[in-house]
């Protein structure tokens, strides 16, 4: 059985339902938030921090322009006696055409990589140029602390 209704009668609910709506929209809420949702983000923050440590992150520092030679070989043998005689500093080789590049360390300071040159420059002689580059610092526990 199907129902016409008159358009007076779907005018007439039409204002029911705006007087209904504006009632609604009249009343005010209020939610109340559970200490265990604060306690749940406390957590993801603690844990967002210990999952950063040990991250690589790139800032801009200097590198050691250790050899640039148009020699392979000879770029091979300056990286294996700069990984002899300083394990701890990382060594980078690019090809640039037609020269190999050898660069090595990661200075956040110019202070730095000059202090780091002087040391170096017994072994490979006062040629060694200080670059802009962009460097790789490993996050520790003690910079996550330090930068919040």
Known sequence: MLILLKPKY????SMLICIAAQAQIGK???ATRDARLDKLVDKQIELNRLS???RMVIEQGY???VVSTN???QAMETKARLLKLYPEQKSYMSYQSPNF?????????YKEAEKFR????SNFGGNILIIPSS?????GKWEMTNNQ
């Not at 590049?101 to 300071?109: D, I, P, Q, T, V």
């Not at 002087?118 to 420059?121: C, K, L, T, Y």
């Not at 460097?135 to 996050?139: K, L, M, P, T």
């Open 10 to 13: 779907i005018l007439f609910l």
């Open 52 to 54: 950063a440590q040990g």
């Open 118 to 121: 002087e040391e170096m420059a």
């Open 28 to 30: 005010s809420m209020y």
């Open 71 to 73: 020699k392979r070989d």
């Open 101 to 109: 590049k050898l660069h090595m360390g990661n200075f956040k300071s």
């Open 135 to 139: 460097i790789e610092i490993r996050v």
């Open 63 to 65: 590198r050691l322009l």
